[in-house]
């Protein structure tokens, strides 16, 4: 069983920046490609960003690109987001999650069902 810990969410005003992180359980972290997803109140879970199992391939969605930097530590089984020029319409709950099977690829299509494992979310608030 993998548990995934998120934390780094919180309040910040418009224009501001948080880096999410993710702690991960297990010895087997950096066999697996990780991503970030998020869901706003109404809306469905959506693709944030993803790394492959080596931190040498990344992916974002078009509403972050240029504004986020997802990155990963395997030695310390864990993956961070760095969100900077935070707007309003990024406040969510931000989740991270494992993609399913060792070695596979994510990509700016991935979809939360080639996930995995999930942490509970941490929520970020931006205020404008």
């Known amino acids: 069983q993998v548990q995934l810990v998120e934390s780094g969410g919180g309040l910040v005003q418009a224009g501001g920046s948080l880096r999410l992180s993710c702690a991960a359980s297990?010895?087997?972290?950096?066999?697996?490609?990780m991503g970030w997803f998020r869901q706003a109140p109404g809306k469905e879970r959506e693709f944030v960003a993803a790394i492959n199992w080596s931190g040498g391939s990344t992916y974002y969605s078009d509403s972050v690109k240029g504004r986020c930097t997802i990155s990963r530590d395997n030695a310390k089984n864990t993956v961070y987001l760095q969100m900077n020029s935070l707007k309003s319409e990024d406040t969510a709950i931000y989740y991270c999650?494992?993609?399913?099977?060792?070695?596979?690829?994510?990509?700016?299509?991935?979809?939360?069902?080639?996930?995995?494992?999930w942490g509970q979310g941490t929520q970020v608030t931006v205020s404008s």
């Open positions: 297990g010895r087997t972290f950096s066999l697996y490609a």
């Open positions: 999650a494992r993609r399913a099977g060792i070695y596979a690829a994510v990509a700016v299509t991935s979809t939360p069902r080639e996930f995995d494992y």
